[in-house]
Nanobody, 120 residues
């Protein structure tokens, strides 16, 4: 079993910065990649940023140049550095982890989400 916990969400003014953290813990062989998604009420969850175990990153067009995703050396914590925040970045941000489980294979796990609210 893998536990995924996000933190760092809060209220911030437009133009400000915020860093989210995602910690994966539990019984797994490795973490293949870690993603950040976001969702607002009534909308589908959208992929914001992704980072592989090799450090390759991808971003949604809406956040390119403003958000940066990184991982720690242990590759169990992902960070999302958000800058130049806009009101439309307001959402619940979820972390998704693809873990390799011994004897099971690759399994995806979601965190509970952390609320980011950007005020004008």
């Amino acid at each position: 079993q893998v536990q995924v916990v996000e933190s760092g969400g809060t209220l911030v003014q437009a133009g400000g910065s915020l860093r989210l953290s995602c910690l994966a813990s539990g019984n797994f062989a490795s973490i293949m990649y870690m993603d950040w998604h976001r969702q607002t009420a009534g909308d589908q969850r959208e992929l914001v940023a992704s980072i592989t175990d090799a450090g390759r990153t991808t971003y949604a067009d809406s956040v390119k140049g403003r958000f940066i995703i990184t991982r720690d050396n242990a590759k169990t914590t992902a960070f999302l550095q958000m800058s130049s925040l806009k009101v439309e970045d307001t959402a619940v941000y979820y972390c998704n982890v693809l873990a390799e489980i011994t004897g099971t294979g690759l399994t995806s796990y979601w965190g509970q989400g952390t609320q980011v609210t950007v005020s004008s």
